[in-house]
């Protein structure tokens, strides 16, 4: 079956402009994570949605930064007013049924560069 | 606050050894541990999970470790080959967390 895809898998925008980033979680999976990677850094928290459950958004680090998830499957996260710090790859990940244990299947991500 | 540390410094190794990685905690008391191996452009790729009441896992060529006295994970490749070449993260969660949280990384190299 199809693994966690994630679109685009590059971006290039100006500060100040808005941006969406999606992400296809795999089929059947509930559980979908975003993080963010910087480089030489590790994975960073930014999101988490749980079937219909009210989303875990302790890791947006500011208001410019919002997901929505849709019907259970797609997700799109949305950073508005970008600035020149946002840049990262931006990794999806989805997980079935949401157990504390159960590995993360992730996407290849979303290179977003802010000039 | 709650720190992971993983060895920054690239690990290089010849083929055929034994490659062993690092994963060590502070301020933390994790009912789980995960490594996971990243190549360059991709996402991470789940590797093992080993749980708090357990000492050790073992998949094909891998073991990890877990020692919550220490407050160290050890990751090991045996018989290690060039395609194990990556970037190993490992991730910790506590109980009831459905979010872990990621180490940054070691890199490792497998020389032929």
């Known amino acids: 079956g199809a693994g966690v895809s994630q679109s685009p898998s590059n971006k290039v925008t100006e500060k100040g402009k808005d941006v969406e980033l999606r992400c296809d979680p795999i089929s059947g999976h509930t559980a979908l994570y975003w993080y963010r990677q910087s480089l030489g850094q590790g994975l960073e928290f930014l999101i988490y949605?749980?079937?219909?459950?009210?989303?875990?958004k302790s890791g947006l680090p500011s208001d410019r930064f919002s997901a929505e998830r849709t019907g259970g499957s797609v997700s799109t996260l949305t950073i508005q007013r970008t600035q020149q710090e946002d840049s990262a790859v931006y990794l999806c990940?989805?997980?079935?049924?949401?157990?504390?244990?159960?590995?993360?299947?992730f996407g290849p991500g979303t290179r977003l560069t802010v000039l | 606050s709650q720190k992971i540390e993983q060895n920054s410094e690239a690990l290089n190794i010849q083929e055929g050894k034994t490659a062993t990685l690092t994963c060590n905690y502070t301020?933390?008391?994790?009912?789980?541990l995960q490594w996971y191996r990243q190549d360059p452009g991709r996402g991470p790729v789940f590797l093992l999970l080993?749980?708090?009441?357990?000492k050790e896992k073992r998949k094909e060529r891998l073991k990890v470790t877990f020692d919550t006295t220490l407050k160290q994970s050890l990751f090991h490749i045996t018989a290690s080959q060039p395609a194990d070449s990556a970037t190993y993260l490992c991730a910790l969660g506590s109980g009831g967390s459905y979010i872990p949280t990621f180490g940054r990384g070691t890199s490792l190299i497998v020389h032929p």
């Open positions: 949605f749980q079937g219909n459950s009210a989303p875990d």
């Open positions: 990940a989805s997980s079935s049924q949401g157990f504390t244990y159960n590995e993360q299947f």
């Open positions: 080993i749980r708090e009441n357990e």
């Open positions: 301020n933390y008391s994790p009912a789980y």
